[in-house]
């Protein structure tokens, strides 16, 4: 199994924290839809297989996406690169970051230090949902 994470859209209690529009994080146990020798690749592939937007009561921001994952690796040891590949794709405001989250809170419940690459270039992750149009 493995614990995934979703938004409680709407929700006053974040004792797990906040993500989107002031909505609560929120954990759904769920079988693993892959076996290899990483958990975090094997958690996000479950994620991305999640395909219905409401989910045990969650909601799922990335269901409309198409993403899986490249290769996760760590060139220095430390910190832990999750390449991404795929199409992000976001409901509006409050869903860009709440896709964002669900991602990053699922690779730091196994890797603390990370960073995340979608379609090989850092800037598309860190400016999806950006709309000042200034991110780089």
Known sequence: EVRLVL????AREHRNGTIGCDDRIGFVKVHRA?????LVHD???TLFSVKE???NGLYNAIANSSLAVEKIQSADGVTTEVWLKGTL???GAC????????????????KPTF?????????AWRCFGDESGTCK
């Open 115 to 123: 960073k995340i690459i979608l379609n090989g270039s850092e800037s």
């Open 53 to 55: 937007p409401g989910y």
């Open 95 to 110: 869903d860009s970051p709440r896709a964002k989250a669900q991602i990053e809170h699922t690779v730091k419940r196994f």
């Open 34 to 38: 892959a076996s290899t020798d990483s």
């Open 43 to 45: 958690a996000l592939a």
């Open 7 to 10: 938004a409680g859209v709407g």
């Open 89 to 91: 794709v976001s409901g």
